[in-house]
């Protein structure tokens, strides 16, 4: 029985999970879940994660939320060595996937719901919420700039699943603006993601043909 993944495919933290699953060549059965409809809220979906978030898990009789937890799952599971090789590396891939909760996605995140959230329920953003998020994206994006300006990858020079876990708010930064695209090295890897990673390329056509057509369903223009 395939491990069964639930999510919307325009989901950033969808395409974390099935871009690494991809990679660690684990198969997965995707169980859509339309976020612009309000499935993650119904009681069913409820029971698997009470938060009403995605994406969701399921491995037999196993329930499992949150990308990173996920990820580190199903790369114990398979035996990859995207969670790391040796002790020291799998600390530092775990340091990376902490800091991206901390330092990095959250603020991605309240962006995407001010931004895009707000447009699709007809209300305005918070421009002082904006301007946080952005501060504080551009102090974590200048200590990983930094950082990528001596690696290619960021544990290791070469890939792992901190990789996707930083790489996540990518998926929407071109909607809303977030300031990576000032940061070269940033920006340099992303594009070796997408170049070298099929998967990370597969799972942003599917990211953008999702959310481009909730925006032009909804008459919502950026």
């Known amino acids: 029985m395939a491990i069964k993944i639930y999510g919307d495919p325009g989901s950033g933290s969808r395409r974390r999970v099935t871009a690494a699953a991809a990679a660690m060549g684990i198969n997965i059965e995707i169980v859509n879940i339309d976020l612009f409809k309000g499935e993650s809220h119904t009681p069913e979906f409820l029971e698997l994660n009470p938060h009403g978030l995605s994406p969701v898990m399921v491995d037999g009789d196993f329930v499992l939320y949150e990308s990173a937890a996920i990820n580190l799952y199903l790369a114990e599971k398979a035996g990859s060595d995207l969670a790391g090789r040796t002790t020291e590396e799998r600390f530092q891939v775990l340091q990376w996937m902490f800091w991206s909760g901390e330092q990095w996605r959250i603020y991605a995140t309240l962006t995407f719901d001010e ?9 305005s953003a918070d421009e002082t919420i904006i301007k946080l998020a952005a501060d504080k994206i551009r102090a974590a994006a200048a200590v990983l700039d930094a950082h990528l300006a001596k690696h290619d990858y960021i544990v290791g020079d070469r890939l792992t699943l901190a990789d996707f876990d930083i790489a ?7 909607r809303t603006k977030i300031p990576l695209n000032d940061f070269p090295n940033l920006v340099a890897w992303q594009q070796r993601l997408l170049t070298d990673v099929a998967s990370w390329a597969a799972t942003k056509r599917e990211v953008d043909e999702r959310i481009d057509g909730a925006l032009a369903a909804a008459g919502v223009k950026l």
């Open 115 to 123: 931004v895009l959230g707000k447009k699709f329920m007809g209300q």
């Open 168 to 174: 996540g708010p990518f998926s929407q930064n071109e």
